[in-house]
């Protein structure tokens, strides 16, 4: 799910780059939403809110809106503080302090709208769908992209995904990640499958194309924690949670084929952290092809991370029936392995 460094100017460069894209970001959605209805409302910082963060002291006054809400409304100058806008979050505030909202509707409150899309449904019932997901496709709103994403596609499909937080959505494939997820059709059957998640019972495993000759045992398994990249805050890795933060990361890897120069991998997940599978893979000098975040190249047709979902195993969350599904791999990732004369074990 997701190691080459870049030198310390390109990464300055990059993280530079990055704030001046969420500067325009900010910028368009501010335009964007200048005609839109909104409200002022006024509120006094009382002596409970007293030397807290701002957005964490407009929590408490205003809990019927989100904290990541009301950051928004903060990062479009839609906040004032004794008469002054303020931008920052973290700002502390004192018990009298004058607070005004311009309560206006952001990008992502409006995302969550439907959107037809077809949608690759390998299994339906009245409680949970299993879909294939192909490369491309973004799972949930986010900035950059607050539309197209499988969220509004289910809530266009299904009307009662409109009755389910995030339309049903327990765990996520990254944008240019293929295969297999699960996704809840209402409250009991999604409450049970977070449960599974969390206790490790939902089975995950993916293929894998790298760069690399694979060496050694054909089983490896990699338990290191990850977190923000220090040196790169626009990527993850592996790291030293005494020195920063992050979290434990656990995931088995069996060689299925080689070739002089790269790899065929199956990939078990137990646990679910962003770009996991990306950043051990690249920890073990084995970067997934397309990959160009932690060092990959593409190869053929293979444009995009060479990272495919294939299968996923669960009891039923309402029976308990014990079911396996399986995707195959995409015609992308098909022949960019056979140019190295692999995929023979291609499910």
């Keep these: 799910m997701a190691d080459h460094s870049p030198g310390g100017a390109p990464e300055a460069h ?30 006094q910082i009382g002596s409970g809110q007293h030397g807290e963060r701002l957005d964490r002291a407009l929590v408490d006054l205003v809990p019927e809106f989100s904290r990541s809400y ?26 009298g302090d004058q607070v005004v909202l311009e309560m206006r ?38 900035p950059g992209n607050w539309s197209g994403t499988l969220l509004n596609g289910l809530l266009a499909r299904d009307e009662k995904a409109l009755l389910v937080p995030r339309a049903g959505i327990v765990h996520r494939l990254d944008k240019d990640t293929s295969g297999l997820m699960v996704v809840a059709r209402d ?43 220090p040196r790169n805050r626009l990527r993850m890795a592996v790291v030293d ?8 990361a656990r995931t088995d890897f069996l060689f299925l084929e080689g070739a002089d120069h790269g790899c065929w991998v199956q990939c078990t997940l137990h646990t679910g952290r962003t770009h996991q599978i990306r950043v051990h893979m690249a920890s073990l000098r084995h970067p997934l092809v397309g990959d160009a975040l932690y060092g990959g190249a593409p190869v053929g047709a293979l ?45």
């Design 14 to 43: 990059e993280t530079a780059a990055a704030r001046e894209g969420e500067s325009l970001l900010l910028a368009d959605e501010s335009e964007a939403l200048a005609d839109a209805d909104s409200e002022l409302r006024s509120l």
């Design 187 to 229: 409250r009991a059957a999604m409450d049970a499958l977070v449960a599974l998640i969390a206790e490790r019972k939902v089975r995950r495993q993916y293929v894998a194309m790298a760069h690399g000759a694979w060496t050694g045992a054909p089983t490896r398994s990699v338990d290191a924690p990850i977190g923000r990249d």
């Design 70 to 95: 009301l950051q928004q409304l903060l990062a479009q100058g839609l906040v004032s503080l004794n008469g002054k806008p303020v931008l920052k979050a973290a700002t502390r505030v004192k018990a």
């Design 303 to 347: 444009q995009r991370q060479g990272l495919h979902a294939y299968r996923l195993a669960f009891a039923h969350p309402v029976t308990g029936e014990a079911l396996e599904f399986r995707a195959p791999v995409p015609d992308d990732m098909r022949q960019a392995l056979s140019e190295w004369s692999l995929g023979y074990n291609a499910p």
């Design 105 to 142: 509707p952001t990008l992502q409150s409006q995302a969550f709208r439907p959107e037809p899309m077809a949608i690759d449904v390998v299994y339906e019932d009245a409680h949970l769908l299993v879909v294939n997901k192909p490369a491309g496709l973004v799972v949930h709103p986010a």
């Design 241 to 248: 949670l005494a020195l920063h933060p992050g979290k434990t």
